[in-house]
C-alpha cells in the first residue's frame, strides 16, 4: 500500500521547528509561525518573517541546525502601490529532505509514518519584505544552498530583486544583450495598455490608431 | 595540449530540445561547461498575470510537451490551495490515473530519445509504439493528444468514458510484458552497459544540494518521492511504493542507475493505475455527466487579497512547484504573481558541471540520462 507522511508527524515537526526558531531569533524581528495548507490534507507548512539583515544568520540556522537541506524557489514580487515598508517581497520555499548518501549496493527505503526528529519531510517558506525604491537587495544565499544559485539568477533575471554577493549573476531566461534595468515581471511593464485586448481582438494591430491622431498637423 | 571552447547546441541531438551547452575541452577530455538556457522563454508567468484562474490551465499544459497532464496537475493543486476548493474523491482518482498514465508516456520519450543517444535506434520506434496507446487513453479525458485541459479547479472537465477502464486495463497489461521486452533489448546489449556503466556518477547529497529531485535523487539509492513526503491526491490508498536503486559505487548513481529507476518507476506507474481503477469511488464503468458532483465541485473564482497558493507536485522529472499569490487587477480574478518552479532548470547547470572529468562522447549519454525537458526549463 501506498504510503504518506501523517498529518500528527507534520505537527509535530512544523512545532518543534517554530519553537527553535523563535528562541534562537526572539527579539531582533524574525517571527515564525506554523500555517496550514488549504487542501485536502491540510498539511502544516512553518511560514518565517526575516528583514534582509538577519536573513543570512537565519539562513545558516536553518541549514546546520535544523536541517533544511534543499532549497526549491525563489519568487520575487513587485508591489508599486503597496506600502513604503513592502515595495518588493522575496520568498523563499525550502523543503527537508531525509536523503543522504548510501553504501554501495544498499539503499534507504524510508518508511514514511516512522520517520522521526529531523528526517520528516518539512515544507519552509521565507517571507522578506523590502523598502520601495529602485534597488530591492536581499543577501545572496548562494554559498549556503548551491541550489539557489541559479534560483537567484532567474529571480534578478526576470524580477529584478538584487542579491548581494552573488556571484557570476548573469541573465539566465532573457536575452543577454537585454537592456539594464529591464526585468519583465516588474508591474510598469504591463500586458494591456489603455484596455486595448491586443492579443485576442486585433493581433495584427490593424485596429490600433496611430500616435498623432486628431492632431492638426 | 591546448584547450578550447567548443559548443553544442541549440540544435545538437544531445540538448533534447533547444539549449546551449559550451564545453571547454582539453583533448578529448572535458574541463570545464557552461549551459545557456532561455532559447524558448515564452514569458508565461507574465501572461498568467492577466488570466483568470481557469484559463491559466492550457498555458500549463504547454509548459511541457511530453507531460502536460502532470503540469497541468501542479498548477490546480495550487490554485486549489489559494482558492480553498474541494475535490470530489472520483476526481481525484481520475487525475492520479491520468498523471500516471502521462508519467507512463513521459518516461516512454524519455526512452525513446535516449536510445538514439546511446546508438540503439531500435528502441525509438518501439517505445513511441508503445507510447501511442498511452497518447490515445488521454485523448479519450482530455480530447487531444498533446495538450488536454483536462483538470479543473474543484474536479476534473469530464468523467471516464465508457469501456475507458477495460481498455486501459488492456493495454496495461500488454505494457507490462512490453517492459520485459525493453529490459532483455537493453540490459543484454553491451553496447548499452558500456556507454551507461560507470559514466555520470552523481551522489545523492549532492544532488539535493543542488535542488536536483524526483527519479535522479532516487536512482542514488533514497526513497525520497513528493507524493508521500508532500501528500497530495490519493496515493495512500492505492497499492505502490517508489522506485528506487542500490548503486554500486561510493561515487552514487550512475547513468545506468538513472535508466534502472524509470524503468521500475512505470512498472510502479502501472501497478498503481490497474489498483486505482478497482478502487474508484463510483464503479469504473459508470459515466457521470460533466460537472456531476462526482467528479466537480463548484469552486470560487476569485482569491482575496494576500492569500497565497503553494503546490509540490512529483512531476515527471522531479518537483515542480507553483506559488500564486491573489488579489491582481479585476479584483482577485487574476493571481497577482504566479511563480513556477521547473525541476530541470535547476538540473541541467547542474548537470553540465558533473560532466567535467568526463569525455565529449559521454555527453549524450549523462545529459540524456538525467531527462531534459526545455520547455518546462524556459517557461
Known amino acids: 500500500m501506498g504510503m504518506r507522511v501523517t498529518l500528527e508527524q507534520s505537527d509535530s515537526a512544523a512545532k518543534s521547528c517554530v519553537a527553535v526558531l523563535n528562541e534562537r531569533f526572539s527579539g531582533s524581528g524574525i517571527n515564525s509561525t506554523v500555517e496550514h495548507h488549504s487542501n485536502a490534507f491540510k498539511m502544516p507548512f512553518v511560514r518565517i518573517h526575516v528583514t534582509p539583515q538577519h536573513w543570512l544568520a537565519v539562513a545558516k540556522f536553518m541549514k546546520y541546525d535544523i536541517s533544511v537541506n534543499y532549497c526549491s524557489m525563489v519568487t520575487g514580487t513587485h508591489f508599486p502601490d503597496g506600502p513604503a515598508e513592502r515595495g518588493w517581497e522575496v520568498a523563499y520555499h525550502m523543503m527537508r529532505m531525509p536523503v543522504s548518501n548510501v553504501k554501495p549496493n544498499t539503499n534507504t527505503k524510508h518508511v514514511a509514518e516512522k520517520l522521526s526528529g529531523n528526517d520528516i519531510p518539512l515544507e519552509f517558506e521565507v517571507l522578506i519584505a523590502l523598502e520601495q525604491g529602485d534597488t530591492p537587495t536581499v543577501p545572496s544565499i548562494q554559498s549556503i544552498w548551491v541550489g539557489a544559485d541559479w534560483n537567484e539568477k532567474e529571480t534578478w533575471d526576470l524580477v529584478g530583486i538584487n542579491f548581494e554577493g552573488h556571484e557570476n549573476m548573469h541573465r539566465v531566461l532573457n536575452p543577454h544583450d537585454s537592456p539594464e534595468q529591464f526585468h519583465p515581471l516588474q508591474k510598469q511593464h504591463k500586458l494591456r495598455y489603455h484596455g486595448h485586448n491586443e492579443m485576442y481582438d486585433d493581433p495584427q494591430g490593424f485596429g490600433r490608431k496611430p500616435a498623432d491622431e486628431g492632431r492638426n498637423k | ?379
Open chain 2, 1 to 379: 595540449m591546448a584547450q578550447m571552447w567548443i559548443t553544442m547546441g541549440p540544435q545538437h541531438p544531445m540538448t533534447h530540445g533547444l539549449w546551449t551547452l559550451r564545453v571547454k575541452v582539453d583533448g578529448e577530455t572535458i574541463v570545464d561547461t557552461d549551459a545557456e538556457l532561455g532559447y524558448i522563454h515564452r514569458g508565461v508567468e507574465k501572461i498568467c498575470e492577466d488570466r483568470d484562474f481557469t484559463q491559466i490551465t492550457p498555458y500549463c499544459d504547454r509548459l511541457c510537451y511530453v507531460s502536460a497532464m502532470t503540469w497541468a496537475n501542479s498548477y490546480i493543486y495550487a490554485a486549489e490551495d489559494l482558492l480553498e476548493a474541494e475535490v470530489p474523491e472520483r476526481a481525484e482518482f481520475i487525475r492520479l490515473i491520468s498523471a500516471e498514465l502521462q508519467r507512463l508516456a513521459s518516461h516512454l520519450m524519455w526512452l525513446g530519445a535516449f536510445g538514439p543517444d546511446i546508438g540503439s535506434l531500435t528502441l525509438m520506434t518501439w517505445c513511441m509504439r508503445d507510447r501511442e496507446m498511452f497518447l490515445d487513453l488521454l485523448q479519450e479525458l482530455g480530447g487531444s493528444r498533446m495538450h488536454y485541459n483536462y483538470p479543473r479547479i474543484g474536479g476534473v472537465k469530464r468523467d471516464i468514458p465508457v469501456g475507458f477502464a477495460t481498455r486501459m486495463i488492456a493495454k496495461i497489461k500488454l505494457f507490462e510484458k512490453r517492459i520485459e521486452e525493453y529490459e532483455m533489448l537493453l540490459d543484454e546489449s553491451t553496447i548499452w552497459l558500456v556507454r551507461l556503466q560507470g559514466v555520470g556518477y552523481t551522489k545523492a547529497e549532492d544532488m539535493v544540494e543542488a535542488g536536483v529531485s524526483g527519479p535522479n535523487v532516487r536512482a542514488a539509492g533514497v526513497n525520497y518521492d513528493v507524493r508521500w513526503a508532500h501528500p497530495y491526491s490519493v496515493y495512500d490508498q492505492v497499492d505502490w511504493e517508489p522506485a528506487v536503486e542500490k548503486p554500486t559505487s561510493v561515487k552514487g548513481a550512475d547513468c545506468y542507475d538513472r535508466y534502472r529507476v524509470r524503468m521500475e518507476e512505470m512498472r510502479q506507474s502501472s501497478k498503481m493505475i490497474l489498483d486505482a481503477i478497482e478502487k474508484i469511488p463510483g464503479g469504473k464503468n459508470t459515466n457521470y455527466s460533466a460537472g456531476d458532483e462526482m467528479i466537480m465541485t463548484k469552486a470560487p473564482t476569485r482569491a482575496p487579497e494576500g492569500a497565497t497558493g503553494f503546490s509540490n507536485y512529483e512531476c515527471t522529472r522531479g518537483a515542480s512547484q507553483f506559488y500564486i499569490k491573489g488579489g491582481g487587477e479585476g479584483r482577485g480574478k487574476n493571481p497577482y504573481r504566479l511563480s513556477i518552479r521547473s525541476p530541470m532548470f535547476i538540473t541541467i547547470p547542474y548537470v553540465a558541471k558533473t560532466m567535467i572529468g568526463y569525455k565529449i562522447a559521454d555527453i549524450p549519454a549523462i545529459m540524456g540520462s538525467f531527462d531534459p525537458c526545455i520547455g518546462e526549463t524556459d517557461r
